[in-house]
């Protein structure tokens, strides 16, 4: 009967494998110490600019009619925040994004999939991408409010226009640059289209297709806020058309904040998704 007992390592292995994980710790300890340097530094920053610009504000460095400073800001939030009418606006335009950020991401890449499958439908439809692409797209939302009247789906429709065309340009690029030589390996084995976009297209083009989400986090708060500037009654971008007419820059600013806000946590949430396909794909 045969020992199947691994043997032991020698001394100077284990010595090389102890040495190993050493260093391996040191640097995940010092991995650990610049970020926390990053993020102490990141918030010094704010807290500087945020101390400057009140004090700036008070002692009337700057027009506070203007720039309002924070402390008037947080004053103004807080009392919209207490009587209601701040969470409805921000649930409006949130929601409106969400849905433009979703929709212009699955049709994009759905039509970027489609152009890959024929190379006859992406002969024909290349010139009126490149079209479409060049046009300001925020100029076509006046057409949207026409056709499909002063309210959400023209505000949807406004996002679409800008978040579909760079979706589709972007996922078909990479749909375009995968390896041909994972192709012949999935086709040698008697794979059809369909195996080959769904081992080797697809999968290679997550990496690509999650930065898109992140380009799109961007684009969808654009599209949205210039639909709300256009037809809407609620929602951030109204209140920022508000608060300009009735010269309220307080009211103005604090909006801008609250877009920045929102629109880093979306781009986080898309960085985790980011890191949990990436990861999963690498293991």
Request: aromatic share 12%; no cysteine; charged share 15%.
């Amino acid at each position: 009967m045969i020992d199947m007992t691994p043997l032991n390592p020698s001394p100077e292995r284990a010595e090389a494998e102890h040495l190993t994980k050493q260093e391996f710790e040191k640097y995940k300890a010092q991995e650990r110490r610049t970020t926390q340097r990053v993020r102490i530094t990141q918030l010094t920053i704010l807290l500087l600019f945020v101390s400057l610009w009140e004090v700036a504000g008070r002692l009337h460095w700057i027009d506070a009619l203007l720039f309002s400073y924070p402390s008037r800001i947080g004053a103004l939030l807080y009392t919209k925040l207490v009587d209601g009418s701040l969470f409805l606006h921000v649930v409006v335009t949130l929601w409106e994004t969400i849905i433009g950020f979703l929709l212009g991401t699955l049709f994009g890449t759905a039509i970027a999939t489609l152009i890959w499958w024929s190379s006859f439908l992406s002969r024909v439809l290349d010139p009126y991408i490149v079209v479409l692409n060049s046009l300001p797209k925020v100029a076509l939302g006046p057409l949207f409010i026409v056709a499909l009247g002063p309210g959400v789906l023209s505000i949807i429709a406004t996002t679409l226009s800008i978040t579909v065309i760079i979706t589709i340009l972007t996922v078909y690029g990479s749909f375009k640059e995968v390896d041909p030589n994972y192709t012949k390996v999935i086709r040698i084995f008697g794979g059809n289209k369909r195996k080959v976009f769904q081992n080797v297209i697809l999968p290679a083009s997550y990496p690509t297709i999650v930065s898109t989400l992140k380009v799109n986090v961007g684009l969808s708060w654009v599209g949205v806020i210039v639909g709300e500037f256009l037809v809407s009654k609620e929602g951030l971008g109204y209140l920022i058309i508000y608060g300009f007419q009735v010269f309220n820059f307080t009211l103005v600013i604090g909006s801008v904040i609250i877009i920045a806000i929102a629109a880093t946590v979306m781009y986080q949430g898309v960085a985790y998704l980011e890191g949990k396909l990436i990861g999963n794909k690498r293991r």
